[in-house]
């Protein structure tokens, strides 16, 4: 089947099985143009929670899928590619929280929103990279425990002088960001402002111009008068960057940031979703539940 006529199939079976198609920035530019909303894992989460359709195709990894699953338990919501996961996600595991939490009662977990429905069904609270910030001020004064990502929970535990505990877990892509090769492409583009997510460690993320959330870095560009941008994440990114801003020029950090399971699904996978109800992504009850108290204590906070 040809492109068009795959886009065309897409947007029939949309109509007819009466589904909202969600895709992250990190998607391919092809997911992302034919997606109803497009956007970071916390503005997925909220169209996810409100949408009245009956079911979500996530263009995504599994815990976003999953997330849009405990948030709206009625929806059916499908994952196109089955094996497409965050790494990070599973670097934190239920069994190995679960006996920290033995052993430290006294700290609040918070969790980052890349991580599976059984982390999130042992945490008080969960964060994105785009309301990290303003959700842990709610937190200052108390004990934590942040999983599992070690660079963004170090960059709050600096930025606020936090008690907590940072897991030692990180983003294969964002994670090899360092100091040399923000210089040389520095270097090579002198007029260029250096914008990163904060899942870069933290003296990368220090010797940016600015750092934010998906949305942020795309909001940032969008209202900055410069217009020459090097960018410290995955390049999917670039796609809305240059729809929004036709007319400035952005250099994507290293071709590295690439992520390998936001790439595996392709426009077939979409339309295959659609027309074959796969694959359907659920949750248990009981962890559900649990779960869907520390996403609601962040959509409260944020
Ligand atoms: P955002 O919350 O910025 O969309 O990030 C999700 C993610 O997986 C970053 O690697
Ligand atoms: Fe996970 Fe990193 Fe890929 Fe985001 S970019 S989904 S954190 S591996």
């Given at each position: 089947?040809?492109?068009?006529?795959?886009?065309?199939?897409?947007?029939r079976?949309?109509?007819?099985?009466?589904?909202?198609?969600?895709?992250?920035?990190?998607?391919?530019?092809?997911?992302?143009?034919?997606?109803?909303?497009?956007?970071?894992?916390?503005?997925?989460?909220?169209?996810?929670?409100?949408?009245?359709?009956?079911?979500?195709?996530?263009?995504?990894?599994?815990?976003?899928a999953?997330?849009a699953?405990?948030?709206?338990?009625?929806?059916?919501?499908?994952?196109?590619?089955?094996?497409?996961?965050?790494?990070?996600?599973?670097?934190?595991?239920?069994?190995?929280?679960?006996?920290?939490?033995?052993?430290?009662?006294?700290?609040?977990?918070?969790?980052y929103?890349?991580?599976?429905?059984?982390?999130?069904?042992?945490?008080?609270?969960?964060?994105?990279?785009?309301?990290?910030?303003?959700?842990?001020?709610?937190?200052?004064d108390k004990?934590?425990?942040?999983?599992?990502?070690?660079?963004?929970?170090?960059y709050?535990?600096?930025?606020?002088?936090?008690?907590m505990?940072?897991?030692?877990?990180?983003?294969?892509?964002?994670?090899?960001?360092?100091?040399?090769?923000?210089?040389?492409?520095?270097?090579?583009?002198?007029?260029?402002?250096?914008?990163?997510?904060?899942?870069?460690?933290?003296?990368?993320?220090?010797?940016?111009?600015?750092?934010?959330?998906?949305?942020?870095?795309?909001?940032?560009?969008?209202?900055?008068?410069?217009?020459?941008?090097?960018?410290?994440?995955?390049?999917?990114?670039?796609?809305?960057?240059?729809?929004?801003?036709?007319?400035?020029?952005?250099h994507?950090?290293?071709?590295?940031?690439?992520?390998?399971?936001?790439?595996?699904?392709?426009?077939?996978?979409?339309?295959?979703?659609?027309?074959?109800?796969?694959?359907?992504?659920?949750?248990?009850?009981?962890?559900?539940?649990?779960?869907f108290?520390?996403?609601?204590?962040?959509?409260?906070?944020?």
């Amino acid at each position: 089947m040809d492109k068009i006529t795959m886009i065309n199939e897409i947007n029939r079976l949309k109509k007819e099985k009466n589904a909202v198609i969600l895709a992250h920035y990190y998607q391919d530019g092809d997911i992302q143009d034919v997606a109803d909303y497009t956007g970071d894992s916390l503005y997925l989460s909220q169209i996810a929670s409100e949408t009245d359709k009956d079911v979500i195709v996530f263009a995504g990894v599994h815990f976003m899928a999953e997330t849009a699953k405990i948030l709206s338990p009625m929806k059916k919501v499908l994952l196109p590619v089955k094996e497409a996961g965050c790494p990070m996600a599973d670097m934190v595991t239920y069994a190995k929280l679960k006996k920290y939490k033995r052993e430290n009662p006294e700290r609040v977990i918070v969790c980052y929103v890349n991580s599976t429905a059984k982390v999130k069904a042992l945490s008080d609270v969960c964060v994105t990279s785009s309301n990290a910030e303003k959700v842990i001020k709610h937190y200052q004064d108390k004990p934590l425990m942040y999983v599992p990502d070690k660079n963004l929970g170090t960059y709050l535990k600096d930025k606020y002088d936090l008690d907590m505990e940072v897991w030692p877990g990180f983003c294969c892509i964002h994670n090899n960001l360092n100091l040399k090769i923000v210089n040389e492409m520095k270097s090579l583009h002198k007029n260029a402002s250096f914008i990163v997510h904060p899942e870069a460690p933290l003296d990368v993320v220090k010797a940016a111009d600015f750092a934010g959330s998906t949305k942020g870095l795309l909001n940032h560009v969008i209202n900055s008068d410069l217009n020459e941008f090097i960018v410290g994440t995955e390049e999917g990114i670039l796609h809305q960057m240059k729809k929004a801003c036709p007319n400035k020029i952005f250099h994507i950090l290293t071709p590295d940031l690439r992520c390998y399971d936001m790439k595996l699904t392709t426009l077939e996978d979409v339309y295959l979703a659609l027309k074959e109800d796969q694959f359907e992504v659920n949750v248990e009850e009981d962890i559900r539940t649990k779960a869907f108290i520390a996403l609601d204590t962040m959509m409260k906070l944020s």
